[in-house]
């Protein structure tokens, strides 16, 4: 029997450290926990927050906070190891923490706010949802010790984590807001990275050809598990750029790579695994079928008119990669994309 993942015991403004986060883990025998934040308000919209690598909830206050005061949702903090574990099992833990919560709250209408690494983190959690054995079974090298280790659902399975049946049903809605999260992967990890891979196993997913990165789109999302992107604009806050590329980041000739490859040409972006993974995010936004079918009425545009077309789809934001999460504009488009969700689930129902 799994140790339930979904606790009821709520978190206060002074438990969303990083060492805070750590000791509750630990309590939890190192597994992901989703706990609310503050009293339970269960008529209201359950908001996931997921923070990224190296992060920690309290990243994710002013999100929290913000709808705490506009009474628009009820706030839960997936508090998990975003060095130690692999992603597609936080993923895992996420999933089977939703599905705890829709035990509660019969067919919720979820929207899950992930920030960074963390928007992968719950795309493996909708996959997982939709398919639980969408991780292939395989086996690598430990690094150093020459041992072989075997990951995927055997693993999961064994350590009581992955679902035991498909739930994406049990959910009136699910939509993931993502926000600056590296689609793309990192590309060529340093030395220093990859002597951090034998602890900081999140790292090894974060390579831009890794198999959670190569697969994570594979997995065919019904309609009513939705996903949005949001981007930083650090040049648009006076700032330079930091080590994330997204779509805003695209230079002429990959803005003309992907029209061409909206427009169906097959090897339109080459063998360029961080393009792929890119295109592949784009094309499970909500808004990539709109973009899609103007470009197809259209034809190729010039490069600028291409980014205004991508801003329209994709927004960017002023801030760094943290501060973003600060801006009231984030704040803006999560309360009225809230107030439109809720009523495309009162249709629906």
């Not at 438990?15 to 009293?39: N, Q, T």
């Not at 005061?69 to 939703?98: I, K, M, N, V």
């Amino acid at each position: 029997m799994a140790e339930p993942v979904l606790s009821l015991d709520p978190l206060g403004p002074d438990d969303l450290d990083e060492s805070r986060e750590r000791a509750r883990l630990a309590a939890h025998g190192g597994g992901g926990v989703l706990s609310p934040y503050g009293p339970v308000r269960p008529t209201l919209r359950p908001l996931v927050l997921v923070h990224g690598i190296h992060g920690h909830p309290g990243e994710l206050a002013p999100v929290a906070e913000h709808v705490r005061a506009t009474g628009s949702a009820q706030p839960y903090f997936f508090t998990y190891d975003d060095l130690g574990r692999y992603l597609d099992r936080s993923g895992d833990e996420l999933a089977r923490a939703l599905a705890q919560l829709a035990c509660h709250a019969p067919r919720p209408a979820v929207v899950i706010v992930a920030h960074s690494m963390g928007g992968i983190v719950a795309r493996c959690a909708l996959n997982s949802l939709v398919d639980p054995r969408w991780f292939p079974l395989f086996s690598h090298r430990r690094l150093r010790r020459g041992k072989v280790r075997v990951r995927g659902s055997a693993e999961a399975v064994r350590a009581g984590v992955r679902l035991e049946a498909a739930c994406a049903a049990d959910f009136a809605a699910v939509d993931l807001l993502t926000v600056d999260t590296p689609w793309s992967g990192f590309a060529a990890p340093r030395l220093d990275l990859r002597n951090l891979w034998r602890r900081q196993r999140s790292w090894v997913d974060m390579v831009s050809n890794s198999t959670v990165l190569t697969r994570l789109h594979d997995v065919a999302l019904p309609s009513h598990l939705r996903i949005h992107h949001i981007e930083a604009d650090q040049p648009g806050a006076g700032l330079d750029h930091d080590k994330i590329r997204t779509l805003g980041d695209l230079d002429d000739r990959d803005l003309l790579r992907f029209q061409r490859a909206i427009l169906g040409e097959r090897g339109a972006l080459g063998r360029d695994p961080r393009l792929r993974n890119m295109f592949a995010a784009l094309a499970g936004e909500r808004s990539f079928p709109m973009l899609a079918e103007g470009l197809r009425a259209t034809g190729i545009v010039d490069a600028p008119a291409f980014r205004a077309e991508l801003r329209r789809a994709v927004p960017r934001l002023a801030g760094s990669h943290t501060s973003v999460l600060q801006n009231t504009a984030l704040f803006a488009l999560l309360d009225a994309w809230l107030a439109r969700g809720a009523i495309e689930v009162q249709r629906q129902a």
